[in-house]
């Protein structure tokens, strides 16, 4: 679905990205240079990571890039951060949520708090926490505009994957809530939820792709997005054979989805789910920076 007004510009614009160390956070953020970002933010928890990110941005020429270490699970952090990104650099034009963390390969029963805890507190409250800090200042300026990385698991059951779904599903109902609130605002305000299926970059390490949804190559997928933000789309299913995903819901009664999904292998593509060791480990506030 695209919204029918002006595009939305890259170019002069300031660009934040939270996870935009690695993975399609890191593809992104290319991209917005290559767009020719006014100044590129980069939030991420590994600090290694954001070190080399910089270097090899600054290796191709591009001297407008700002990094910092930032557990978005930590409202003081991002507090902290965003007071500092708002007086040195200045407002955010296009915030990309994208940060978040894969819980997996286990049933919802063999989950501790922790596992629940921290999933949350990434994945929902970290991005309407990124989000709060920085909104006001696009209302007041009439102009700006929020991407959430949801996930097409925010569409559909995701056995061994329960708690990761349920936090994309409420990223995707938050996503599409603050939507309708820009419209009521009016102005250049504009909000895209993007929910792709597994994208190959190693988030989703072990997985087993169902049919008919491949896993993503990463850079298509951020070309995709980019161009989404671009036409102010307001939902991106990736690959397209998502879309059906509602469509078949709202057609047949519970049962004979499941089946379907059955199938095509979506309610077992957790099964051998690894994803990445160091998702696992945040690090104590004490070895912050």
Same mark, same amino acid.
């Given at each position: ?83 500092e ?7 955010? #034009? ?14 919802f ?47 559909? @059951? ?10 994309k ?26 929910? @792709?299926?597994?994208? #190959?970059?190693?988030?989703?390490k072990?997985?087993?792709? @169902?049919?008919l ?6 850079? #298509? ?24 995903? @509602? ?9 004979? =989805? ?14 051998? =789910? ?16």
């Open positions: 679905m695209q919204k029918k007004d002006k595009m939305s510009i890259i170019k002069n614009t300031n660009v934040l990205i939270t996870g935009g160390a690695n993975g399609i956070g890191k593809l992104m953020g290319a991209k917005c240079l290559q767009e020719g970002a006014a100044n590129l933010i980069i939030w991420d928890i590994n600090e290694e990571n954001l070190n080399k990110t910089a270097k090899e941005f600054s290796s191709k020429g591009y001297k407008n890039v700002f990094t910092f270490v930032v557990d978005v699970s930590n409202i003081d952090d991002i507090e902290r951060a965003a007071t990104v708002l007086l040195e650099i200045g407002n955010i #034009d296009i915030l990309f949520n994208n940060a978040g963390i894969v819980a997996g390969k286990k049933y029963w063999e989950h501790t708090a922790r596992d629940i805890e921290k999933t949350l507190s990434i994945n929902v409250s970290g991005v309407m926490n990124v989000t709060r800090v920085f909104i006001q200042d696009m209302i007041k300026q009439r102009k700006g505009h929020v991407v959430n990385i949801a996930s097409a698991s925010g569409l559909i @059951p995701l056995p061994k994957g329960s708690v990761y779904a349920s936090s599903w409420a990223v995707l109902g938050w996503s599409e809530s603050l939507r309708m609130e820009f419209e009521t605002e009016g102005g250049d305000l504009h909000v895209t939820t993007v929910c @792709p299926s597994y994208i #190959d970059t190693g988030m989703f072990g997985v087993k792709a @169902p049919l949804f491949p896993l993503l190559e990463p850079e #298509d997928t951020v070309n995709k997005i980019i161009k989404a933000v671009k036409k102010n789309t307001t939902l991106l299913l990736i690959p397209e054979n998502v879309n059906l995903v @509602p469509f078949l819901k709202g057609v047949f009664p519970s049962k004979i =989805f499941d089946k379907v999904a059955s199938f095509l292998g979506v309610y077992s593509s957790m099964n051998s =789910f690894e994803g990445r060791p160091q998702e696992e480990r945040i690090p104590d506030k004490k070895n912050k920076v």
